[in-house]
Nanobody, 126 residues
Framework: QVQLVESGGGLVQAGGSLRLSCAAS????????MGWFRQAPGKERKFVAA????????RYADSVKGGFTISRHNAKNTVYLQMNSLKPEDTAVYFC???????????????????WGQGTQVTVSS
């Protein structure tokens, strides 16, 4: 089992920044591809970013490229999402997820991730 706990969400004005954290426990964190997803009210959960086991490779949704950065610190069992130049359309609940499949593919498919956190709310005011 893997437990994931997100933190760092909140209310921010448009153009501002937030850094989300996701702390993992239960199994070897460095064995997992990690991802961030978000879900706006009434919408489906969508891919935001993913990072490889070592942190050397990343993947982003087109909507966040250039504004968001995913990173990880394996010794701290933590993955981060730095969000800059936030827009009202970035308002959502943000979830981190762990993918335990061994090949380490940076998939954007929600169903490919095995463990999920409870989410943290990000609200961007205009």
């Amino acid at each position: 089992q893997v437990q994931l706990v997100e933190s760092g969400g909140g209310l921010v004005q448009a153009g501002g920044s937030l850094r989300l954290s996701c702390a993992a426990s239960g199994r070897a964190f460095s064995n997992f591809v990690m991802g961030w997803f978000r879900q706006a009210p009434g919408k489906e959960r969508k891919f935001v970013a993913a990072i490889s086991k070592s942190g050397g490779s990343t993947r982003y949704a087109d909507s966040v490229k250039g504004g968001f950065t995913i990173s990880r610190h394996n010794a701290k069992n933590t993955v981060y999402l730095q969000m800059n130049s936030l827009k009202p359309e970035d308002t959502a609940v943000y979830f981190c997820a762990a993918r335990t499949e061994g090949y380490g593919i940076l998939t954007a498919t929600r169903q490919s991730y095995d463990y999920w956190g409870q989410g943290t709310q990000v609200t961007v005011s205009s």
